[in-house]
């Protein structure tokens, strides 16, 4: 099995809890903390799990950074990936690593590729009213498919606070704030969608959908689990 060092979030993609107490609002990084974001298909399927781990943090003039570990599982249970990724804070915000933008399912279609990535950071202020916007974010990727090499570029766009709500998961009932946003895929043609994630103080990221340009949902992902030490 092949370790990967380079971000991955997702979640998201996605989703973090806890960076020191006083440094992000919405990402509690202590060490120990732990969460698991579960990504499902349209059909609300189980596509992947991924368990992250707060493993190290350290504070140097005012600005923190965590280094989490990561584990991802596909729907059987069986270990596609495991990697390490930083998170840092200013006080003022929280920048997430740009493969944050690489959602699930281009993540097993690249497993075990030699992959080259770079970009701009995701930036989650600490403080998000109604209306607000949101910097943009892009991540490039360069792939080596045996030889043959090919070029992706993910962008997350036109990011914009759009209201509050209470989401339920099987980690808990969270309030939230939503993020609406513009998100793009270039790899030999365009394919353009859009996404809405839920973020939740002290927790990080809850729950997110995504659209195609038709709005017609293509896949999701929620906090499942999440336990501070």
């Known amino acids: ?22 440094c992000s609002t919405f990402y509690p990084l202590e060490k120990g903390t732990q969460f698991q974001i579960t990504n499902y298909n349209k059909k609300g399927a189980v596509i992947t799990t991924a368990s ?15 280094t989490l570990t990561t584990e991802m599982k596909d729907e059987k249970g069986k270990v596609i990936t495991e990697g390490e ?11 997430l690593d740009v493969t944050s933008l690489l959602s ?3 993540f097993q279609q690249f497993e075990g590729m030699e992959t080259d990535i770079k970009g701009t950071n995701v930036v989650i202020p600490n403080t998000l009213t109604e209306g607000q916007t949101l910097p ?20 997350m766009t036109d990011r914009k606070v759009l209201g509050t ?14 993020i609406g946003y513009t998100s793009t895929v270039k790899m030999g043609m365009n394919r353009t969608g859009s996404a809405k994630q839920w973020l939740a ?13 038709k709005g017609k949902l293509t896949g999701s992902a929620q906090l499942t689990e999440f336990s501070k030490p």
């Open 1 to 22: 099995m092949k370790k990967q060092t380079f971000l991955l979030t997702m979640l998201l993609l996605f989703a973090f809890t806890v960076f020191g107490q006083n």
């Open 52 to 66: 992250h781990r707060v493993s190290t943090v350290k504070n140097s003039g005012g600005n923190t950074e965590a």
């Open 85 to 95: 990724y930083t998170i840092q804070c200013n006080g003022k915000e929280v920048s």
């Open 104 to 106: 699930p399912d281009l």
């Open 136 to 155: 943009d974010a892009s991540m490039e990727m360069k792939i080596d498919m045996g030889g043959i090499p090919m070029n992706m570029t993910v962008l």
């Open 165 to 178: 709500e209470s989401v339920t998961t099987p980690a808990g009932t969270f309030d939230c704030y939503v």
């Open 201 to 213: 103080k002290g927790v990080g990221l809850v729950k997110q959908e995504d659209y195609n340009k």
